[in-house]
């Protein structure tokens, strides 16, 4: 693995602190943006999560980590949040909180699956793992970094891919695989997982690629970053949810 | 910092767990699997596993070498620092006090560093892989290890958070210091014992 001296600025946050909700934004059903004021925040870099603790009356805990979608100049710390079936935290955080709540947090985390704004790189997402990308995105457009980063994002339908006009604005490249997409050239674009015809030319030149999203997903893009040429050492995955 | 979160009573419960470590929940029946890189192919007829450095004779073992050698299993709970635990894990394969004892342990050894063949790296004190601690594994609930969970084999070390147990283990080297592997360069803790909760750099 890479030395990562150069995008491993930010220290890990050890102590929790809090993180008062300022905005929420439900967005279709599945779906909580939710935009903190952090204390004594830390900076963090592109591609790093925040830890939400939940602590019940009884003295219970809940924790998971949630990806930042937000640029590091943003005042706020955005977190998108998938509602999970019987997602306990995730559940709570889209049903239950309000603006003004205070939520024990814990942040910036992880340094590997991170992009500093050097290092020309593929970034492919699997519906909620484009939040990491987000923050990517964010950053190089305000470092005018764009040209080095190129996003391949994949959902089911559109409504199921969060950030998409944000997606669609930097010029990613979106595979539905439910739903036919109508191309320029006035052609449609079949419902399927991302070709690796797409594929080829997005992955040319780039010396780094990061992979989010379900393990399935992950599992099958890096077979298909595999064809396309891209060496596995490069590849930095970050996957969720369970094996079945 | 609130006392408690607004609204939040958690999922029901019955007294306390005393098998589940703070912070972690039980994720029954599913398996999670978390890495940072790419699920490797690995070929059993060319995997081999080395135990070196500090110790009177470096060895290599292959597939059939490492089979060859007294099998033991652990049967127990596992817990990930992403949360989860697993209750009543079946793993078999072979002691690591197995290795360490034809290897031999030089007497100033006092850490081990893991490493996989796709570079993913992890330090473990020497006490926390002896006297019965962990393991060398290649089967769960009696199959074979899946390759996305380190199959076909991993190092399995339970008394700690799961990312020490590295996954498609090729070499343990013994040394006399201690030295971040990959997550602790990272930002995770050096050590990992879930019942202290140690899981980032400045826990306890």
């Not at chain 1, 939710?34 to 924790?63: F, I, K, N």
């Not at chain 2, 006392?3 to 419960?13: I, L």
């Not at chain 2, 019965?132 to 290649?138: E, Q």
Request: hydrophobic share 35%; proline share 7%; with cysteine.
């Amino acid at each position: 693995m890479s030395d990562l001296t150069q995008e491993t600025t930010s220290a890990v946050a050890s102590s929790w602190t809090t993180g008062t909700v300022r905005e929420v934004e439900h967005l279709g059903e599945n779906f909580v943006k939710l935009r903190l004021e952090v204390a004594d925040r830390h900076d963090h870099v592109p591609g790093q999560h925040y830890v939400v603790r939940l602590r019940a009356p009884d003295g219970y805990t809940a924790q998971r980590s949630y990806s930042i979608a937000s640029d590091p100049a943003d005042p706020l710390v955005e977190l998108m949040v998938e509602c999970l079936p019987r997602g306990e935290v995730s559940g709570f955080l889209h049903d239950v909180v309000e603006v003004g709540d205070e939520l024990e947090v814990r942040g910036p985390i992880g340094r590997w699956f991170v992009w500093g704004g050097t290092t020309p790189s593929l970034c492919v997402a699997g519906g909620s793992g484009v939040v990491p990308f987000v923050s990517m995105m964010r950053y190089a457009r305000r470092t005018g970094t764009e040209h080095l980063l190129r996003v391949v994002a994949s959902a089911q339908t559109r409504q199921k891919l969060p950030y998409v006009e944000e997606l669609e604005e930097f010029g990613a490249f979106i595979a539905l695989t439910r739903e036919n997409q109508p191309l320029p050239d006035g052609s449609e674009r079949v419902a399927a997982h991302i070709y690796p015809d797409e594929l080829v030319p997005l992955a040319e030149g780039v010396e780094r690629a990061y992979v989010c999203g379900s393990v399935g997903f992950v599992s099958f893009v890096g077979r298909s970053l595999g064809e396309a040429g891209v060496r596995s050492d490069t590849v930095r995955v970050e996957q969720f949810g369970p094996t079945g | 910092m609130a006392h408690f979160t607004r609204g939040f009573t958690g999922r029901p419960r019955r007294g306390g767990n005393d098998r589940l470590p703070p912070g972690q929940y039980d994720t029954g029946e599913s398996w999670p699997t978390l890495t940072a890189e790419l699920t490797p192919t690995i070929d059993v007829d060319e995997w081999t596993m080395a135990v070196d450095g500090l110790v009177d004779t470096p060895t290599t073992w292959d597939w059939r070498g490492i089979h060859a050698l007294p099998p033991s299993s652990y049967f127990g709970d596992i817990h990930c620092v992403t949360t989860w635990s697993k209750f009543d894990t079946t793993f078999s394969g072979v002691s690591v006090d197995a290795l360490l004892d034809v290897a031999g342990v030089k007497p100033e050894a006092t850490h081990v560093f893991a490493t996989s063949t796709t570079g993913y790296t992890t330090n473990l004190p020497l006490a926390d892989v002896t006297g019965g601690k962990a393991w060398i594994v290649w089967d769960f609930d009696g199959k074979p290890l899946p390759p996305e969970h380190g199959g076909p084999v991993r190092l399995l070390v339970p008394h700690l958070y799961f990312w020490k147990s590295a996954k498609w283990i090729t070499r343990l080297e013994l040394r006399d210091h201690d030295e971040p592997g990959f997550w602790e360069r990272n930002g995770y803790h050096d050590r990992g014992d879930p019942w202290l909760e140690q899981r980032y750099q400045g826990d306890a």
